[in-house]
């Protein structure tokens, strides 16, 4: 599949259009989006000179280990990168997932252009107390347009884990005040917790999944279990952790299996929260992504998801599904848990990354019951909640989520053809949308892939322990895909 | 003394000035800041009716018992803070003391205006591995510009929450790094972190005060112990908690009193330490905040904070001071810390609110050894260091902390003299700069005084069990104190 693409593509084009690059693609793109570059453009190895100067510049200051390189983004535009050695790359990481609608959108400009939207950026306000008066109308406009099934309540925060924090608490709180009736709390409840002692800090639990990730605050922290660099010297809160399906792929020839797979962690799932229970310590919330992604792209059915949902309402835990990553559209639906088909999905829906602003959405009963009790001085963000109105204005007016799926099947069935084109070296294809990944031999070779593939232009990220993980923007095209499946290809050539 | 700012200024100019308003000040501000509006200007009662109809609105979204009063932002200006109905009143709260320089300053107008900063808020960039270009500059121009005496890293982060629980980790990272030496962790240490148990999560703790706030967060709640409704039902960690000095106000005349008061909590905090240690449950480090915000407004002496900066360097402990609240300049100093007269105040200071972006200096010991161990997707946002270097332009430029002195000294005295005028329903007036508060005669009548002043175009905020904080921008000038001082004595009169 992946030579078809090459042999219907013209190689030559583009090379000529595109002097002074060490390297350039092979593939002509179709100009489909004239803010967009057309290909990727090399001019040094990366990080470059100028990038190795910031680098020591910056090392004066922080830990830098993790720096690939440093970016130009008033250059950058549409899908691409620039470095400041201007290096042009094709991007299919996003800065970790949370570009939406590629670099420099002239939709987000003009948004910025509007002398009107000013005042958002320069105030920024104390949302849970002082709200601007248009706040309902911009949340309903955003956020509240894309609300999952079964959900009219959504509360904004600032970034992942504190969404994720903030949800977890919301589901303490309605668990023990179910647990405590119409009464309140006592006096013993509210001198107690003072001094972070039970009945008052009540030792209630979240039960999470291995491979998952939900955030590295402390709260969030208790419930990721995808690399021990996350974890490593940090107490943690002792809350029940369940396996999470290790299925085989792809999906459809392994029905049976991974149906037995499942079926063995849902019966773990039950376990725990028996056990728990009886030891005095309560699974107040299950929490789990729709793929878990840090993780290494880990899937499991609808069917999955669906009987957990059944299990945590069975035993009166909150389900809460972290779409911080899956969000926004990259699987071809606008929330990976569209894919399950229910219209009762989650109890709670986390949110952060190409949403632009953190925060949940919840059903009734998972609101706190007083003021102050979710709370913190900004609580979100509104000059985020405009980009992303603008935001999804792009994805409707351009049926992003339907190019999504269109870009999404041609890339998988790439990732199947070089799967087979390179058995020993890839396996495990897999993905919905463009949200996609695939296994390498082994961690070492992943590296030297990413390097490499970087080199040729193609910015790539890893997850899990030898994945790499595919996180195009929405505008990522199919001759996006056929432009990376050559270089792809053409990297994996030099490893057979 | 209030009595005398009375009689020094004009009671009629403004008033004419001011027509349609339903309350106008007594007292003629003298229009230094042009941009700034002359005076509050009231119009309906607040909330007002288009308040009203929109916290019906925000209601089926959120919890809305917070919520005040709904905001234009675009008429806001300086000192003033305009509501949806009209209504003008000077904010001496700041929303919850996060505004530096005043709403709508031109010189962040300006910054907007400038097409060269548009890429900044448009592509937000997952700055721990893809920063822009002028990352380190930016820094430098703005937090380092201000690093405290002794500190020249500097991590920024989304919030204050996420600042303080980053904090914990580095400090928790450099002690088991330091425990360990230089073998670096066993495979025990990395296969027991995964699933959250000893030795890889140690058993450490941090050692906080009764009163102090840190955050909401699960981690910073855990060292939050202000009011019961910020901690009720959320799951803690068990950390040695030690009294803060409760002091007798004015502090010049209970030294010795005060000196008992504070040696006496020096003494728990070294035998806590000492105590959890033979537990095995080591305190990692100590935080605490330079003035208790939230926690009351309480203070310690400069002589309390070395020693217990001392404490924690013969223990082995980190010392983290929290200047969340008190940092941007309001105290007089740019850091409340400075006010302690040494070159080594603390090994981690945290900041947010002022700053417009959270984060925390550090010593060069308390930077993570590796890449990725402190990390999340955005660490930041630049578009918030664009920000600051304007404000930091602001505050020399305009020579704003002597503003702050000045215009603190004429409120504290008039402070005092109200507490004078009406000593059954004021005390314990106290403050650094504009930084102050006084205590209310019991919390019944601190609310119904806070809703007084700000139907007479006042907005103030709480803090403690029934103190009222004062907290406005560093632009509140002394012509703005007598304004103030005024409008409360009138408040107060009621009360009598």
Redesign the interface.
Known sequence: MASLLLTRLSLHSLRSSLSGCRHVSKVAPQAQMEWDYDGPCMKTAVPGP?SME?LK??G???????????????E?RGNY?VD?DGNRMLDVYT??S??PIG???PA??KL?ADP?N?????????L??????N??DK??ESL?SVAPSGM????TM?????SN??A??AM??A???KERGPGG?TQE???S?????EP??????ILSF?GGFH?????CL?TT?SK????????????P?APFPRLQYPLEEFTRENAAEEARCLEEVEDLIVQWRQKGRPVAGIVVEPIQAEGGDNHASADFFKSLHSIARKHGCAFHVDEVQTGGGATGKFWAHEHWGTDDPADIVSF??KL?TGGYYHKNDL????????????MGDP?KNL?LVEVLNVIRRENLLEEVTRSGKALLQGLYALQEQYPGLLSRARGQGTFCAIDIRDDPTRSKILLKARDKGVLLGGCGERSIRFRPALIFKEYHVALFLNIFNDVLAEFK
């Open positions: 100028s910031r510049q910056l004066e200051i922080q830990n830098v280990d993790a720096i690939n390189f440093f970016c130009n983004y008033e950058s990168l400041v800065q970790i949370s570009i670099y420099n959108h987000l400009h910025m009107n000013l005042s958002t950026f320069v105030n920024r306000p104390a849970g107390i002082l709200p601007p008066g706040f309902a949340l309903a509240l009219t309540r959504v509360q600032a970034c992942g884990s504190c924090e903030n977890y608490k303490f709180i668990y023990r005040n709390p409840d509210i001198s917790c003072m001094i972070n002692q008052g800090c009540p030792d209630l639990t291995m955030g590295r605050t402390m709260g208790a279990h021990a660099i996350h974890k490593l010297d940090i107490p943690s809160l002792d809350w952790i952060s990354k632009l609101q706190a019951d007083k003021g102050y009790r979710i709370f913190n001085t900004w000059s980009f």
